[in-house]
Structure formats: structure tokens, C-alpha cells
């Protein structure tokens, strides 16, 4: 449990970071084109610029998550306080996504890969967690 516990933290954490890191500075115009099949240059420049930037600030969120756990996985896999925000944050992720289907519609293969992805990692990371936890007191 523990291997594929860690093993979903870091590559779910690694993904994140890099694309936090990718969208926010290097290539969201990219992003929207690979990911939502959407060309930005059909916008208007004032939408679009505005559009690029409150991405780049989600995505640098997104960053800053992804730093904040790589910095604390010990205490995310052992620290009651770490460990429930830690989980609630992923688990706010998870909730948008399925408000999302629920409001907005169906999603891409790609986007229900990453739902399912994230709903196996917080299930593994919660009861792995949780056991370490409480068997440490």
C-alpha cells in the first residue's frame, strides 16, 4: 500500500507542478490548443489577454500546490493538520471537476483520465495515510 500510495502522490504532484509551471509561464497559449482544441487568436486581444492571464495565475496556484507537497510529504503522510489539507485540496480539485460534468457537460477522454486518476490517488493517499497516522499515536 505504501509504494502505490507514493507512487500516486508523485506523479499526480509531479504532473502538477510541471504543468503549473508550463501554464503559467512558458506555454498557455499552447495549452489551450492541445488540451481544449481551442485557438486564443480567435478572441479579441483585450478577452484574450485577459483570459491568459487569470490562467497563468491558476496555473501558478497550481504550482505553489504541487511545491507545497513536494516541500511536505513527510508531514502530508503523517501530520493529522497536513494530511486533511492536503486531501481537501485534492479533493476540491476532484469536486470541481464533477460539478463541472454535472453543470457544464461531458469531458474528453484526457479529462476523465485525470478525474479517475486523482479519485484512485486521494482514495490510496487517504487510506494509507490514515493508517499511518493513527498507528503513530
Known amino acids: 500500500m505504501k509504494a502505490i500510495s507514493y507512487f500516486f502522490f508523485y506523479t499526480y504532484i509531479g504532473l502538477?507542478?510541471?504543468?503549473?509551471?508550463?501554464?503559467?509561464?512558458?506555454?498557455?497559449?499552447?495549452?489551450?490548443s492541445l488540451l481544449f482544441n481551442f485557438d486564443i487568436a480567435e478572441l479579441n486581444e483585450?478577452?484574450?489577454?485577459?483570459m491568459l492571464s487569470q490562467y497563468r495565475f491558476l496555473r501558478a496556484i497550481e504550482l505553489?500546490?504541487?511545491?507545497?507537497?513536494?516541500?511536505?510529504?513527510?508531514?502530508?503522510?503523517?501530520?493529522k493538520k497536513f494530511n486533511k489539507l492536503f486531501l481537501f485540496i485534492m479533493l476540491s480539485g476532484i469536486m470541481a471537476r464533477v460539478t463541472g460534468i454535472l453543470i457544464d457537460g461531458s469531458l474528453s477522454p484526457l479529462m476523465y483520465?485525470?478525474?479517475?486518476y486523482e479519485v484512485i490517488g486521494l482514495i490510496l493517499i487517504f487510506f494509507y495515510s490514515r493508517k499511518k497516522i493513527y498507528a503513530s499515536r
Open 64 to 79: 505553489g500546490f504541487g511545491t507545497f507537497a513536494f516541500l511536505f510529504v513527510k508531514e502530508i503522510f503523517s501530520d
Open 16 to 32: 502538477v507542478v510541471v504543468a503549473g509551471f508550463w501554464g503559467a509561464f512558458i506555454g498557455p497559449k499552447n495549452d489551450y
Open 46 to 50: 483585450r478577452i484574450r489577454n485577459d
Open 113 to 116: 483520465f485525470f478525474l479517475l
